[in-house]
């Protein structure tokens, strides 16, 4: 027998308090592991705490207590500028809200992290991007600024962009909640896609039962902790 | 920093009239310092440069810095000695022309010696003080440009006339004297002469034209009342600006006291250190009310863009970089701006240049303006640090944003 991999991202004991007049318990007591090339779905009702623990899982935000470790690597105690890094390399995130730079055109959008890592020469660079807009059929829209596209293809490009330093683990806190029923077929089929390429995972937020029944593994939150999936 | 200055490039570029808004504040307040700077100096320069061109640099003259001690308090120590009538000191230096040669033996100057005579000119019943002196035409040209500011006659006239004098150009107007006219001269020591106007100069500086006239050394001495009388000696150094150490060794070596043009016109050297002072506080107020403007631009691009912040630091850009992006923009307007107030300061420069005048000092005709690089690269400079300081506030703080409050806020 073969010790089993080392997981891609892993949570022990995580509680997230946000400190206030009164205080908010975002999740509590979390303990998961997530492998390489899973496809987890989080379900659960509105207000439970699954953006939130994305957020922490994502090292966009810190638990209380508990500790989020990435490839093994705990993060408690990790410089701001390595967890930085880490989102940079090895994490890709997708939000509900396209967060595209309404400045810069879709490549550029796209390009944005691979700039930032400094890993592949300009040319590269410009390479890599339009070969993924392509591949998410938005070769024709490489040179279009976010405001000159659909909700369907802007979330497509924050695909493309979450995939510029071809991340181990892809985040998506419900990518389909602002399309249509066409660009959700769409924007999920091409998510399914990305997964198990290099041994990748990627976690999706859903209200859409469907949709989590095609993931892998489903993950279910109430009241910021987790709890069995419902039979649908 | 390609990446940190695309994006700032990116923001300026979307934001183009505030851009501007900020560019013309730093351009203004450069533009302005320049000028400004440019005329304070350049008529101080041009005041001075006037002052050392036509006044002695040293004049050596017969007076003592104290007074001389008395036979009677040396003989008589820590006695009070009253209604003892002082002795007499004959005036004038001693033995003027072995000075002379001693001092051109080893000072870096040319010599020449006067006689300064407080006089009273009469012309048509009216009365005026002035300063005679009394010179040597052929030395005088060796330590003053007299010669060259004639307006009328020649400073050689002195040799053609008897008891011949030059006057200066205020004088002779308030008095009504024209060459050739007769005036009347009366010496502080009751000696009267008649003399005839010769010549007309014009130096610039109101207060010699207003006060002098030159006569020969002859004359000056018969109006004093001594013959061989040389009460003043004056040099033109080589070195203007190292007049002043020149005097103080000229009076350790002589015993006579020596005025270097500096000491004469310290009074005047401190109004121009006043005048500077004033220059620079108000240079730097306007710089750095210009360094608001910038402040402004760029706390409004942190505030618009705080979620483009979040958005890449969520991604995974660290906070220097974003840090960068402001402290460029903030670069990128005070450069630009610094060159338009180049620009700006060069152009108003010019036209103040050509703009004809009447300086208070003399009677320049046109602004006295310099074009001194120092003066653009101290305004540049102040400018741009004081961008960079104005970005830096608001720079630290876009990157202090924390990405997750401003996700959890927008979804
Ligand atoms: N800034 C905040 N201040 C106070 N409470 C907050 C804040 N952000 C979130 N919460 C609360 O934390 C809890 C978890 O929020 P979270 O956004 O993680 O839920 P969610 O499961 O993603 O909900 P949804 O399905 O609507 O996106 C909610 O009850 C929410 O009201
Ligand atoms: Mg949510």
């Known amino acids: 027998m073969s010790a089993p991999p080392t997981p891609l991202i892993e949570a022990r004991g995580v509680t997230r308090v946000l400190a206030g007049e009164i205080d908010t318990t975002l999740v509590a007591g979390i303990d998961l592991a997530i492998g390489p090339g899973e496809f987890v779905a989080i379900t659960g009702p509105s207000g439970s ?6 957020y922490l899982l994502g090292l966009l935000d810190s638990p209380t207590t508990g ?86 293809q802007r979330q497509r490009v924050a695909i493309a962009r979450a995939l510029a330093n071809n991340p181990k683990v892809i985040l998506a806190d419900e990518p389909t909640g602002n399309l249509d029923t066409a660009s959700t077929e769409q924007v999920f089929d091409i998510i399914k896609t990305l997964v198990g390429e290099g041994g990748r995972s990627v976690i999706i937020v859903t209200h859409d039962p469907h949709l989590a029944r095609r993931a892998s593994r489903r993950l279910h939150v109430v009241d910021g902790r987790l709890a069995p999936v419902p039979e649908d | 920093m390609g990446l940190a200055l695309d994006i700032a490039v990116t923001h300026i570029r979307s934001r183009l009239r505030q851009t501007l808004v900020g560019v013309l504040g730093v351009a203004t307040g450069v533009g302005f310092s320049v000028m400004m700077a440019s005329l304070m100096e350049g008529s101080q320069r041009d005041f001075v440069a006037q002052l050392v061109d036509s006044l002695p640099h040293i004049t050596i003259s017969d007076e003592r810095r104290t007074p001389p001690v ?26 003027p022309l072995a000075v002379i040669s001693e001092l051109e033996s080893w000072a870096p100057a040319k010599v020449a010696p006067s006689v300064r ?49 030059i006057l200066g150009a205020r004088l002779a107007d308030r008095l009504g004297v024209r060459v050739g006219n007769t005036i009347t001269i009366s010496s502080s020591g009751g000696k009267t002469m008649t003399a005839t106007a010769v010549g007309i100069f014009r130096t610039g500086v109101a207060q010699v034209d207003d006060s002098q006239i030159y006569a020969l050394t002859r004359s000056a001495q018969i109006l004093a009342g001594q013959t061989g009388l040389i009460n003043e000696l004056r040099l033109k150094a080589t070195d203007a600006l190292g007049a002043r150490e020149l005097a103080t060794r000229i009076e350790a070596e002589t015993g006579y006291k020596s005025v270097s043009w500096q000491e004469a016109h310290e009074d005047l050297l401190n109004a121009f250190n006043i005048r500077n002072f004033i220059m620079y506080a108000v240079v730097g107020a306007i710089l750095l009310v210009a360094s608001f403007g910038t402040y402004n631009i760029i706390s409004t691009i942190t505030h618009e863009k705080t979620r483009d912040i979040a958005i890449m630091k969520s991604l995974g850009l660290r906070a220097n970089l974003v840090r960068r992006i402001f402290v460029i923009e903030a670069l990128i307007i005070g450069l630009i701006g610094m060159g338009a107030g180049f620009l700006l300061g060069f152009l108003m420069t010019k036209g103040l240049g050509a703009v004809e005048f009447k300086s208070p000092f003399g009677d ?48």
Do not use: C
């Open chain 1, 49 to 54: 705490g699954k953006s939130s623990l994305m």
């Open chain 1, 67 to 152: 500790e989020i470790l990435v490839e093994g690597r705990p993060t408690a105690r990790m410089p701001e500028d390595d967890k930085a890094r880490l989102r940079l390399e090895t994490l890709g995130f997708v939000f509900q809200f396209h967060f595209l730079l309404a400045e810069f055109s879709a490549l550029d959008n796209v390009m944005l992290p691979m700039r930032a890592l400094e890993k592949l020469s300009e040319n590269e660079m410009r390479a890599r991007g339009l070969d993924i807009l392509a591949r998410l059929g938005l070769k024709d829209h490489a040179h279009k600024r976010p405001d000159q596209l659909s909700g369907g």
């Open chain 2, 70 to 95: 008395q036979p009677a308090s040396l003989l008589y120590d820590d006695v009070e000695i009253s209604n003892l009538s002082t002795q007499d000191r004959r005036r004038g230096i001693k033995n």
């Open chain 2, 117 to 165: 005579a407080n006089i009273l000119l009469r012309q048509a019943g009216r009365d005026v003080g002035a300063v005679m002196l009394g010179i040597d035409p052929r030395r005088e040209v060796l330590v003053s440009n007299i010669a060259t500011k004639m307006i009328e006659g020649q400073l050689d006239n002195l040799l053609k006339a008897s008891n011949a004098v």
């Open chain 2, 364 to 411: 320049a005709t046109r602004l006295p303006v310099i074009y001194e690089p120092l003066h653009y690269a101290l305004a540049g400079s102040i400018a741009l640090a004081a961008s960079l300081i104005a970005a830096w506030l608001p720079a630290r703080k876009a990157a202090s944003v924390n990405p997750v409050d401003i996700i959890r806020g927008a979804s």
